[in-house]
């Protein structure tokens, strides 16, 4: 799915090899509407704490 491949990609460059559990995360995610509420807010996290709160409760709203 291309929305996952963009979310994964921008979390490897950001974040490194320390991403790589998020991106197992974020591939989880199934529904559309919840990864396209995503981008807006995951390209403004300064800290991969908050990109993986950001993903969880995405999974918890799917």
């Known amino acids: 799915m291309m929305a996952q491949?963009?979310?994964c990609q921008y979390l490897?460059?950001?974040f490194?090899?320390?991403s790589q559990v998020l991106q197992k995360?974020?591939?989880a995610i199934n529904d559309l509407e919840v990864l396209?509420?995503?981008p807006n807010r995951i390209f403004v996290v300064t800290h991969l704490d908050e990109a993986t709160a950001?993903?969880?409760d995405g999974l918890v709203s799917q």
Do not use: C, K, N, Y
């Open 5 to 7: 491949d963009i979310l």
């Open 12 to 14: 490897e460059v950001r």
């Open 54 to 56: 950001l993903i969880q």
């Open 25 to 27: 995360s974020v591939r």
């Open 36 to 38: 396209s509420r995503i």
């Open 16 to 18: 490194g090899a320390e």
